[in-house]
Protein backbone atom coordinates (compact mmCIF):
# COMPACT_ATOMS: atom_id res chain seq x y z
CA UNK A 1 0.00 0.00 0.00
CA UNK A 2 2.93 2.52 0.08
CA UNK A 3 4.88 1.34 -2.44
CA UNK A 4 3.78 4.56 -3.95
CA UNK A 5 4.51 6.83 -1.31
CA UNK A 6 8.23 6.70 -0.52
CA UNK A 7 8.10 10.06 1.12
CA UNK A 8 5.27 8.34 4.07
CA UNK A 9 7.12 7.56 7.64
CA UNK A 10 4.73 4.02 8.12
CA UNK A 11 5.51 4.82 11.91
CA UNK A 12 3.81 7.81 11.52
CA UNK A 13 0.60 6.78 9.30
CA UNK A 14 -2.52 5.54 10.71
CA UNK A 15 -5.48 4.89 8.94
CA UNK A 16 -9.02 6.89 9.90
CA UNK A 17 -10.54 4.60 12.45
CA UNK A 18 -14.23 4.88 11.81
CA UNK A 19 -15.29 2.93 15.00
CA UNK A 20 -13.02 5.71 17.13
CA UNK A 21 -15.68 8.18 15.11
CA UNK A 22 -19.24 6.49 16.00
CA UNK A 23 -18.17 6.06 19.67
CA UNK A 24 -16.58 8.13 22.40
CA UNK A 25 -16.46 7.95 25.49
CA UNK A 26 -19.60 8.70 27.25
CA UNK A 27 -19.81 12.17 28.91
CA UNK A 28 -22.65 13.21 31.60
CA UNK A 29 -22.06 16.47 31.88
CA UNK A 30 -23.50 19.25 29.44
CA UNK A 31 -21.91 21.00 26.73
CA UNK A 32 -19.21 23.74 28.44
CA UNK A 33 -19.63 26.63 26.07
CA UNK A 34 -17.31 29.84 26.72
CA UNK A 35 -18.40 33.33 25.57
CA UNK A 36 -16.36 36.15 24.56
CA UNK A 37 -17.62 39.37 23.35
CA UNK A 38 -15.44 42.70 21.73
CA UNK A 39 -16.49 45.84 23.57
CA UNK A 40 -16.28 47.25 26.64
CA UNK A 41 -19.32 50.04 26.22
CA UNK A 42 -21.71 50.13 29.08
CA UNK A 43 -24.27 49.62 26.46
CA UNK A 44 -22.26 46.75 24.04
CA UNK A 45 -24.38 45.25 21.54
CA UNK A 46 -21.95 42.24 21.22
CA UNK A 47 -22.03 41.75 24.74
CA UNK A 48 -26.20 41.43 24.57
CA UNK A 49 -25.97 39.04 22.21
CA UNK A 50 -23.42 37.04 23.73
CA UNK A 51 -25.93 37.30 26.64
CA UNK A 52 -28.93 36.49 24.60
CA UNK A 53 -26.87 33.83 22.60
CA UNK A 54 -26.22 32.15 26.49
CA UNK A 55 -29.56 32.27 27.37
CA UNK A 56 -30.19 30.14 24.51
CA UNK A 57 -27.49 27.66 25.00
CA UNK A 58 -28.69 26.99 28.36
CA UNK A 59 -32.21 26.08 26.85
CA UNK A 60 -30.47 23.79 24.31
CA UNK A 61 -29.08 22.22 27.29
CA UNK A 62 -25.53 23.31 27.19
CA UNK A 63 -23.64 25.10 29.90
CA UNK A 64 -22.59 28.40 29.00
CA UNK A 65 -19.59 30.61 31.06
CA UNK A 66 -19.11 34.70 29.33
CA UNK A 67 -15.80 36.31 29.95
CA UNK A 68 -15.95 39.40 30.89
CA UNK A 69 -12.73 41.32 28.95
CA UNK A 70 -12.32 44.25 31.55
CA UNK A 71 -9.07 44.67 32.44
CA UNK A 72 -7.53 42.14 30.53
CA UNK A 73 -4.17 43.32 29.52
CA UNK A 74 -2.70 44.05 26.27
CA UNK A 75 -0.97 41.00 24.85
CA UNK A 76 2.83 41.18 26.05
CA UNK A 77 2.47 43.99 28.20
CA UNK A 78 1.90 41.78 31.30
CA UNK A 79 2.86 38.05 32.42
CA UNK A 80 0.82 35.46 31.60
CA UNK A 81 0.08 35.15 35.55
CA UNK A 82 -2.18 38.29 35.61
CA UNK A 83 -4.94 37.23 37.12
CA UNK A 84 -7.75 38.04 33.90
CA UNK A 85 -5.11 36.11 31.56
CA UNK A 86 -5.10 33.23 33.96
CA UNK A 87 -9.26 33.46 34.21
CA UNK A 88 -9.47 33.52 30.15
CA UNK A 89 -7.25 30.54 29.77
CA UNK A 90 -8.63 28.61 32.53
CA UNK A 91 -12.20 29.08 30.83
CA UNK A 92 -10.51 28.54 27.79
CA UNK A 93 -9.08 24.76 28.78
CA UNK A 94 -12.65 24.05 30.63
CA UNK A 95 -14.67 25.19 27.48
CA UNK A 96 -15.43 22.37 24.83
CA UNK A 97 -17.08 24.62 22.47
CA UNK A 98 -16.69 28.62 22.06
CA UNK A 99 -18.66 31.53 20.77
CA UNK A 100 -16.92 34.31 19.88
CA UNK A 101 -19.07 37.76 18.75
CA UNK A 102 -17.07 41.16 17.49
CA UNK A 103 -18.20 44.55 16.70
CA UNK A 104 -17.28 45.40 13.48
CA UNK A 105 -15.33 48.49 13.90
CA UNK A 106 -13.11 50.12 11.03
CA UNK A 107 -14.14 46.86 8.56
CA UNK A 108 -12.89 44.50 11.07
CA UNK A 109 -13.09 43.30 14.92
CA UNK A 110 -11.95 45.16 17.36
CA UNK A 111 -8.62 45.22 18.50
CA UNK A 112 -10.52 43.70 22.21
CA UNK A 113 -11.59 40.65 20.84
CA UNK A 114 -8.58 40.10 18.84
CA UNK A 115 -6.75 40.43 22.66
CA UNK A 116 -8.62 38.10 24.02
CA UNK A 117 -7.89 35.21 21.20
CA UNK A 118 -4.08 36.37 21.65
CA UNK A 119 -4.16 35.45 24.88
CA UNK A 120 -4.96 32.07 24.33
CA UNK A 121 -1.71 30.25 23.48
CA UNK A 122 -1.71 27.81 20.44
CA UNK A 123 0.12 25.13 22.32
CA UNK A 124 0.99 24.99 26.09
CA UNK A 125 3.80 22.37 26.37
CA UNK A 126 1.92 19.12 25.06
CA UNK A 127 -1.08 20.72 25.25
CA UNK A 128 -3.31 22.70 22.62
CA UNK A 129 -6.16 24.79 24.13
CA UNK A 130 -8.28 25.39 21.52
CA UNK A 131 -7.62 22.35 19.46
CA UNK A 132 -10.84 20.20 18.74
CA UNK A 133 -13.22 22.79 19.93
CA UNK A 134 -16.19 23.61 18.45
CA UNK A 135 -16.84 27.47 17.81
CA UNK A 136 -19.16 29.75 16.59
CA UNK A 137 -18.75 33.28 15.10
CA UNK A 138 -20.89 35.86 15.17
CA UNK A 139 -20.72 40.00 14.89
CA UNK A 140 -22.69 43.31 15.58
CA UNK A 141 -22.61 46.50 12.86
CA UNK A 142 -23.89 50.01 13.45
CA UNK A 143 -24.49 50.25 9.93
CA UNK A 144 -25.77 47.72 7.02
CA UNK A 145 -24.81 44.20 6.99
CA UNK A 146 -21.74 42.82 7.02
CA UNK A 147 -19.28 40.24 7.12
CA UNK A 148 -15.87 41.21 7.32
CA UNK A 149 -15.88 40.71 11.48
CA UNK A 150 -17.29 36.83 11.08
CA UNK A 151 -14.47 36.31 8.12
CA UNK A 152 -11.86 37.39 9.53
CA UNK A 153 -13.04 35.53 13.12
CA UNK A 154 -12.90 32.37 10.84
CA UNK A 155 -9.53 32.72 10.07
CA UNK A 156 -8.53 32.97 13.62
CA UNK A 157 -11.08 29.98 14.45
CA UNK A 158 -8.90 27.76 11.65
CA UNK A 159 -5.78 29.04 12.77
CA UNK A 160 -6.52 27.71 16.60
CA UNK A 161 -7.46 24.78 15.11
CA UNK A 162 -11.26 24.85 16.46
CA UNK A 163 -13.93 22.90 14.35
CA UNK A 164 -16.01 25.68 13.00
CA UNK A 165 -19.71 25.33 12.32
CA UNK A 166 -21.40 26.60 8.93
CA UNK A 167 -23.85 28.61 10.22
CA UNK A 168 -22.96 32.46 11.71
CA UNK A 169 -24.50 35.54 12.75
CA UNK A 170 -24.62 38.97 11.85
CA UNK A 171 -26.71 41.91 13.24
CA UNK A 172 -27.15 45.17 11.31
CA UNK A 173 -27.72 48.12 12.95
CA UNK A 174 -27.36 46.85 15.96
CA UNK A 175 -29.09 49.66 18.12
CA UNK A 176 -32.62 48.99 16.62
CA UNK A 177 -32.20 44.99 17.74
CA UNK A 178 -32.12 45.55 21.67
CA UNK A 179 -34.48 46.76 24.15
CA UNK A 180 -33.26 48.93 27.19
CA UNK A 181 -32.69 45.69 29.38
CA UNK A 182 -30.49 44.66 26.57
CA UNK A 183 -32.59 41.93 25.41
CA UNK A 184 -33.27 41.43 21.82
CA UNK A 185 -35.90 41.76 20.00
CA UNK A 186 -37.85 39.47 17.83
CA UNK A 187 -36.70 39.72 14.02
CA UNK A 188 -34.64 37.45 11.59
CA UNK A 189 -31.47 38.57 13.08
CA UNK A 190 -33.01 37.24 16.42
CA UNK A 191 -34.05 34.02 14.38
CA UNK A 192 -30.78 33.52 13.19
CA UNK A 193 -28.77 33.79 16.65
CA UNK A 194 -31.32 30.84 17.91
CA UNK A 195 -29.78 28.64 14.78
CA UNK A 196 -26.55 29.26 15.86
CA UNK A 197 -26.67 28.49 19.37
CA UNK A 198 -28.74 25.41 18.06
CA UNK A 199 -26.02 24.17 15.69
CA UNK A 200 -23.31 24.80 17.93
CA UNK A 201 -24.67 22.68 20.65
CA UNK A 202 -25.07 19.90 18.25
CA UNK A 203 -21.65 19.75 16.52
CA UNK A 204 -20.25 20.18 20.23
CA UNK A 205 -22.18 16.95 21.45
CA UNK A 206 -21.05 15.46 17.81
CA UNK A 207 -17.33 15.64 18.08
CA UNK A 208 -16.69 16.03 21.86
CA UNK A 209 -15.83 12.42 22.44
CA UNK A 210 -13.63 11.79 19.65
CA UNK A 211 -12.04 15.44 18.79
CA UNK A 212 -8.69 13.84 19.30
CA UNK A 213 -9.05 11.48 17.18
CA UNK A 214 -10.32 14.39 14.83
CA UNK A 215 -7.25 15.99 15.35
CA UNK A 216 -4.45 13.43 15.50
CA UNK A 217 -2.06 14.43 12.51
CA UNK A 218 0.26 12.52 10.49
CA UNK A 219 2.67 15.36 10.82
CA UNK A 220 2.47 15.71 14.57
CA UNK A 221 3.20 12.42 15.14
CA UNK A 222 6.22 12.52 12.69
CA UNK A 223 7.69 15.62 14.34
CA UNK A 224 6.30 13.93 18.05
CA UNK A 225 8.36 10.48 17.26
CA UNK A 226 11.68 12.54 15.34
CA UNK A 227 11.80 14.60 19.13
CA UNK A 228 11.60 11.08 21.11
CA UNK A 229 14.28 9.67 19.35
CA UNK A 230 16.55 12.69 19.75
CA UNK A 231 15.67 12.78 23.69
CA UNK A 232 16.46 8.66 23.63
CA UNK A 233 20.01 9.27 21.88
CA UNK A 234 20.90 12.22 23.80
CA UNK A 235 20.26 10.08 27.13
CA UNK A 236 21.86 7.60 25.49
CA UNK A 237 25.16 9.63 24.88
CA UNK A 238 25.10 10.82 28.64
Known amino acids: MLADLPNIDPAALRLPDATLLQRGPAIEHRPRILLLYGSLRERSFSRFAVEETARLLNAFGAEPRIFNPTGLPLPDDAPATHPKVEELRESSAWSEGQVWCSPE ?46 NQLRVLGRWMRMITIPNQSSVAKAYEQFDEAGRMKPSPYYDRIVDVAEELVKFTLLTRGISAHLTDRYSERKEAAIEVSRRLNLEKAV
Not at 122 to 146: D, I, Y
Open 105 to 150: RHGAMTGIMKAQIDWIPLALGAVRPTQGKTLAVMQVSGGSQSFNAV
